[in-house]
């Protein structure tokens, strides 16, 4: 009986299903131990393949994880995979290698136990690709060390070399590792890897000189060709075919499609860098693989006596350089073998076969002691550099088993019985580790062990390795008895040996039915993954791996520093025979398991989807994969622990259990109904019998914590969101202040400076009168400032207005300049503005008002009238009269009443004014011209009459006197005639009375005086008495 899941553990959840029964039906179980029907293949099978269709290559059996190869990429191992797998429980997330990775680097870190996972699989499965990822895995995430950090660019990097020298393309896998390989990485005591180290497992080394059809051999030879520059090749003596070459040619299919020889010559010439190669090794080791492949090429013809001799001078030239041997002793070497006997060596020469024979025995040594070489060469560069200081003491090893798979040719060898043998090996190991894990555990927890029918392969284990039953023990027999031994007769004495065993079947050990697939010289082995049916042919050689004694020496003298290092003398002098290939082989063998059975062990083991290496094909009934699920699907399971991760389905459980665990798993598995017999208890874990209940209980986990993710999602937005207000809150009230405070702190400064300029003009004020002191500057400023800007605003308006602001003292002066300025820049302004008929007119007035301001009473009344520039019009104006005046032009004309000299008859006139004289117009007739030359002076009286008398020289015969005349527009009159005859400084303004000439001899009088109303008579003394009213104008 097997049971699954257990709980109470202290490591944390260790279950985690795909959510929900329908999601299971698609993807099936991400671990197998969940499966209903564990024991059966076919379940095993359709749960992988359903996963297999969902891009799901994972699986777990318990702590073991299946992989599918998918043979395309499906983008699961970039940066963020890796860290999604980091520090996660193995079971929380979805089934990975990184989960792998990282479970077993953790246990490295925190047990302080070495690790070891073996990855196993047949050929082509994926172990190489997934050794690959893990190193990858660690080289990105583990911290760097201080000192070397190149160490894991070297762990990286050794890789592609490895390859490109230990593997080729096989029908099974383009990439099909032909070596075994254990690589341990060394990380010191903070987790960083500080070095590493390759162990190395029977490269086959008959894939040199011989491939299959459809293969190749190993990948250096081709990316030589193909990459190499054309220099090297030319220092090489290559051509650039790889059909020139008879070790190439072999397969018949040199160029592959999914295999890129030149790029990848690129990362191997890179990557030879980076693992400490000069270029002195670089071309030293190219010149092996050079000469190997014209080893190749050697040619032998037969003389006359069949013994062999070489055809292929050129290739022997070469061979000569490249190894850096003596041309004639190697000559000699591949066409004779060197016998020792009694103490004396003889030289016998060899027939065209025996030639061919040793030919290809010297390739497959230089070849396979190289790769040995290049494992040393790398392993040196891998080491630790920092041996001495103390926390390489405290470092841990993790170990990478990544070994050729198992495999299955129509032609099976030597070859191929060591790497399945090896395969049987590994899976016993398996077998017995988790099985005692398991037991272990089961004891541990104190529940019955019931032992699980599974194939023990043990029994194919001791088929092969027995001592003296063994096939190993009667092939190395058959090596080293005297007497004729063939690959025949060692079929003979296995047939003998071992002719019972469950497991071995030849041609005459079979019955009627199975006789027809077998060959004569074949013997088949019932392997655990599978029959395989090996022909005999060529084991005896290849266990012997026999290199003729001459040949040996040749290459021990070899000046190539590689070769040199490879063939060592002592091998010549050592008389023991050394172990053949088989029990060299098991003896690494038992050292691996050692080894591996020293460390803490990890599984993963991969599975091949289909023979064809394509992808998107899952696993087709009958194939590899099945056969692979049957070897493994009874295997054992160690059930996952079940923590109270289900505490809370049982409302006593939830949300805290303060009892004992066991205690609360009890009342948990009461509360869920586990009938008796689905389940037991073991000390700290409990066991679940069946998938289904364990599924059940699952499910209702799944609706209760979305029912508890709803009340938590609730309770965490109603949180978020009260944070969210709250800090909100915090904030306004926070600007709120800040910005009171602010206008706080502007208002308390504005008043502060309100009192200061108040209490500065307040002491200011009293002080205004003392020189100025900075006491009462601001005052006297602010003072000045004001009345300026005041005046600034209260300037006049026109100049008419006088107002202007008083000034303060201090200002007085400039106060009245500024005035004077204002007025002069008033006058201006006007004076650019008037026009010039008004300057004219005001001329005048000015005129007027210098001759009669003050002087004559209707002077006042005139000064708001203006001066025309004429009172008469040209057609008022006798034709005669402009006739007489010719071209003199009339300027002013005005009419006007004149008194007779004598009588004083007023009689009507027209004064006319000309450039030149005075004219005095009678009708159509002038009465009087008076040239402005003759007119000394003009008198009128200071009162408001509109007389005047315009005086006349004497001596002018032809004038009549002066002459009266009266103008009702007398001021204007006047000014006009003064401006014309420029006599504005000869107006007499007389008081009282005028004398005037009226005639010769004789002058008149004119009295005034004032009165109420103007009266003009002629007074009894003869004068002309004027009355005229008085105006208080003066
Ligand atoms: N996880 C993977 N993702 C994508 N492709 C893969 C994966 N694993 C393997 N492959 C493909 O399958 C090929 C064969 O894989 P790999 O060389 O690892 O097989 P192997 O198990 O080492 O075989 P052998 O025993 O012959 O060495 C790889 O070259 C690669 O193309
Ligand atoms: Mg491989």
Redesign the pocket.
Known sequence: MRYRASALGSDGVRVTMESGLTARDRVGVQDFVLLENFTSEAAFIENLRRRFRENL?YTYIGPVLV?V??????QIYSRQHMERYRGVSFYEVPPHLFAVADTVYRALRTERRDQAVMIS??????????TK?LLQFYAETCPAPKRGGAVRDRLLQSNPVLEAFG?AK?L??????RFGKYMDVQFDFKGAPVGGHILSYLLEKSRVVHQNHGERNFHIFYQLLEGGEEETLRRLGLERNPQSYLYLVKGQCAKVSSINDKSDWKVVRKALAVIDFTEDEVEDLLSIVASVLHLGNIHFAADEESNAQVTTENQLKYLTRLLSVEGSTLREALTHRKIIAKGEELLSPLNLEQAAYARDALAKAVYSRTFSWLVGKINRSLASKDVDSPSWRSTTVLGLL?I??F?VFQHNSFEQFCINYCNEKLQQLFIELTLKSEQEEYEAEGIAWEPVPYFNNKVICDLVEEKFKGIISILDEECLRPGEATDLTFLEKLEDTVKHHPHFLTHKLADQRTRKSLGRGEFRLLHYAGEVTYSVTGFLDKNNDLLFRNLKETMCSSKNPIMSQCFDRSELSDKKRPETVATQFKMSLLQLVEILQSKEPAYVR?IKPNDA?QPGRPLPPGTSAQRQGAAWGGAVCIPPPLVPRYKSLCPETWPSWAGRPQDGVAVLVRHLGYKPEEYKMGRTKIFIRFPKTLFATEDALELRRQSLATKIQAAWRGFHWRQKFLRAKRSAICIQSWWRGTLGRRKAAKRKWAAQTIRRLVRGFILRHTPRCPENAFFLDHVRTSFLLRLRRQLPRNVLDTSWPTPPPALREASELLRELCVKNMVWKYCRSISPEWKQQLQQKAVASEIFKGKKDNYPQSVPRLFISTRLGADEISPRVLQALGSEPIQYAVPVVKYDRKGYKPRARQLLLTPNAVVIVEDAKVKQRIDYANLTGISVSSLSDNLFVLHVHREDNRQKGDVVLQSDHVIETLTKTALSADRVNNININQGSITFAGGPGRDGTIDFTPGSELVITKAKNGHLAVVAPRFNSR
């Open positions: 290559i992989s190869n998918p043979y395309r990429d499906l699989g047949e050929s082509g499965a994926g172990k190489t690709e997934a990822r593997n096989t099974r896998n383009d990439n099909s590792s990544d050729y798979g495999e991969c290496k």
